[in-house]
Every structure is written in structure tokens, then in C-alpha cells.
């Protein structure tokens, strides 16, 4: 089904996987980002690269056609390892260097970003491009074994923050305020400490996070948020070389180029 009727019940998939592990998939995130960015003239954000598609530390999630020929949005989820900055830390560690402290100090205990959040317009105000892909992020957590996750949001998605239980983080920016990724557009920091426990979501959220994550390959009836619209959505969200040890690290600390010359 390639419309969006509210007569038709549409089949979709949400899938996630290791980024170095589906290369074509990756592409695919990268044209339809890409091409989204564009319709509102964005073309320097600081993720609007294809580098990332090779670093193993990013997991990917996608919202796409049942036979995988078609993707209708998704997001990335980049944890923190060491060796690359989050997306965060490149777009405001110049505005303001206190966000690789904040990163360092997070990350001891696992921490990622949910970055590249898009979704193609046919399916734009249905939640299957934002909100359907933040829930799942969300629910990847134990598999990645992470506790904080970052990201910067669009004043459209926002929103979202009370109902995954995000936090404003005011110690950066003008009180978690940037002007990103253009002068007149305005993001702004939130994360959330609690990916676990979830112990500040909203209840209708926390119960289906948890569900995910206790039945990571499903097929369920879902609710669009915004419209009165349902869709099936099948599930596929096992990630087989996903290990909850492997970013337990001390994350070494950030120093800028400018310092490492001394």
C-alpha cells in the first residue's frame, strides 16, 4: 500500500540493525535525509554526512515498506565510544565547549544521541517518522546497554520530551537553547537519564517501551498520535551483535584541536 487513507490500515516495518552491518540500507537513510533536509534548506548540518555509516558504535533504526525497497523515515542512535564525538558535541562544542563534560561524564555508565530523526512528507503528522522511531530508540536501550540519551530537537519534536521523560539539559547553551542548524532555526538540548527505569515517562509510554523491549520482533496495531489513522507496524528490533558491555568505558576527555598543538 503505498497511500496513507484513513480507510486503509497500511503495512509498515521499523527495523533496527547495526549500521556497518546493512551499507545499502544506510544509503537509502542517507538520500531520503538528505532529501528532506532540502525542502527546508538545510545543508550543513553537521550530521548531513555518509562518514557515520561506517562507524560501528551507530545503530540505525528505519521506518520502511515490508520488502525494504522503500523507506518512509528513521533515525540513528550514536553511542558515545571514545573515539567520536556525539553529534551534539559537533554541532555546539564550539557555542559552548561544556557539553564534552557533560558527554564524558554521562558516558561512563553508557550514553548515546538519537540523531538523523526524519520522515518523508507523505507520511509527515502520523508520528511514524518521529515518534515511532523515539519509542523504539528508547526500547534499544538495554540491548546497547546505555543509561543517558542525548539529542538535539527541532521545536516540532520537542514535544516528545514528557512523554519518554527528556529533560531540558540548561547547562549548556542559553538553557538548553541553540541556534542550530541555521540562524533562524532554534534546537534545543534535552536527554534523558533514565532509559532504563523510565521512571519519568509518561505511563501510556513507559508501558509500551517496555513492551518492546520484551517483544523486540511483533506485529502490533498502532494508533497514529496526531491522526485517527491505524497501522500495522511489524517489529524487527533484535540486535544480534549488540553487546550491553560493550561502551562501559571511561570516555577519555575532549580536547579541541587548537589545544592538542601545545
Not at 523507506?71 to 555546539?92: N, S
Not at 557539553?99 to 508520528?127: C, P, Y
Not at 532504563?196 to 496495531?221: M, Q, T
Request: hydrophobic share 40%; proline share 6%; aromatic share 10%.
Amino acid at each position: 500500500m503505498s497511500g496513507f487513507s484513513r480507510d486503509l490500515v497500511t503495512e509498515i516495518r521499523i527495523r533496527a540493525f547495526r549500521a556497518i552491518e546493512d551499507p545499502a540500507t544506510c544509503r537509502k537513510f542517507i538520500a531520503g535525509h538528505r532529501k528532506v533536509l532540502s525542502i527546508y534548506g538545510i545543508e550543513n548540518i553537521t550530521t548531513n554526512t555518509d562518514d557515520w555509516m561506517f562507524n560501528p558504535a551507530i545503530f540505525v533504526i528505519v521506518v520502511e515498506t515490508l520488502d525494504g525497497e522503500k523507506l518512509y523515515g528513521g533515525a540513528r542512535i550514536q553511542v558515545a565510544d571514545g573515539i567520536h564525538p556525539l553529534p551534539i558535541e559537533e554541532a555546539t562544542g564550539k557555542m559552548d565547549p561544556h557539553i564534552h563534560e557533560v558527554v564524558r561524564q554521562k558516558a561512563r555508565q553508557g550514553a548515546a544521541e538519537l540523531s538523523g530523526l526524519w520522515n518523508s512528507r507523505e507520511v509527515a503528522g502520523f508520528g511514524i517518522g518521529s515518534l515511532f522511531p523515539s519509542r523504539v530508540a528508547v526500547a534499544l536501550a538495554n540491548q546497547l546497554g546505555i543509561h543517558t540519551m542525548f539529542s538535539l530537537c527541532s521545536p516540532t519534536t520537542v514535544r516528545f520530551k514528557d512523554w519518554i521523560g527528556g529533560k531540558l539539559l540548561t547547562e549548556v547553551g542559553n538553557k538548553g537553547t541553540f541556534y542550530y542548524p541555521k540562524i533562524d532555526l532554534i534546537a534545543t538540548a534535552l536527554y534523558s537519564d533514565d532509559l532504563i527505569g523510565l521512571s519519568a515517562a509518561h505511563p501510556r509510554e513507559r508501558d509500551k517501551i517496555f513492551y518492546l523491549r520484551e517483544n523486540p520482533e511483533h506485529v502490533a496495531r498502532e494508533r497514529s498520535p496526531f491522526k485517527n489513522h491505524y497501522i500495522n507496524i511489524h517489529y524487527q528490533l533484535t540486535l544480534p551483535s549488540a553487546n550491553p558491555e560493550e561502551y562501559k568505558i571511561d570516555y577519555a576527555p575532549f580536547e579541541p584541536a587548537a589545544e592538542k598543538q601545545h
